[in-house]
């Protein structure tokens, strides 16, 4: 499937929030669902964070023939001169096992290659999350370490670009 990125802007919040709002989305990230408000406290951040770089931030993950809205991607920084990003990405149901996740994450990780500033990509994920580990190997991620995120299992994962 050919696919584009496109940055969230602020009509786009009913999009974010199907993923959200999707416990089988949300089962490997947080466990819940958000709630109306914390979802829209979050997609504020992610809009204040779009600004911070034109190549950097959230995006809509769209069909490149259709534009239909498939996922949510991000190659996320902290701040303006950040030497790290962290990628990441969501995907709707009906999506899953058709390679898109990969598609993106070898997309974002050509993508930060090309920005001088990054030396470094991660990646979070849930220990017991075999699909998303495997589509970060397979982008030479490699496990730094597994923290505890507020009670639930993290597995950090990086991406050395330099």
């Keep these: 499937m050919n696919l584009k990125?496109?940055?969230?802007?602020?009509k786009d919040f009913a999009l974010?929030?199907?993923l959200v709002n999707d416990i089988r989305v949300?089962?490997?990230?947080?466990?819940?669902?958000?709630?109306?408000?914390?979802?829209?406290?979050?997609?504020?951040?992610?809009?204040?964070?779009?600004?911070?770089?034109?190549?950097?931030g959230s995006y809509k993950i769209l069909s490149a023939e259709t534009n239909t809205?498939?996922?949510?991607?991000?190659?996320?920084?902290?701040e303006t001169n950040s030497e790290e990003a962290e990628l990441g990405y969501m995907i709707l149901p009906e999506?899953?096992?058709?390679?898109?996740?990969?598609q993106v994450s070898a997309?974002?990780?050509?993508t930060a290659k090309k920005q001088q500033q990054l030396t470094k990509l991660v990646a979070?994920?849930?220990?017991?999350n075999a699909a998303s580990r495997k589509i970060l190997i397979n982008n030479e991620f490699r496990t730094r370490e597994f923290i505890d995120f507020d009670?639930?299992?993290?597995?950090?994962?990086?991406?050395?670009?330099r």
């Design 151 to 161: 009670g639930l299992p993290g597995e950090i994962l990086e991406l050395n670009l």
């Design 69 to 78: 809205y498939i996922g949510f991607a991000k190659l996320e920084i902290k």
């Design 107 to 110: 997309s974002l990780v050509e």
């Design 16 to 18: 974010y929030f199907l």
């Design 124 to 128: 979070i994920i849930d220990p017991k």
């Design 26 to 56: 949300m089962q490997m990230i947080t466990e819940r669902i958000l709630e109306p408000n914390e979802a829209q406290d979050d997609f504020i951040k992610i809009l204040e964070n779009n600004r911070l770089h034109e190549c950097f």
């Design 95 to 102: 999506y899953w096992g058709q390679g898109i996740a990969g």
């Design 5 to 10: 990125l496109e940055k969230f802007c602020p």
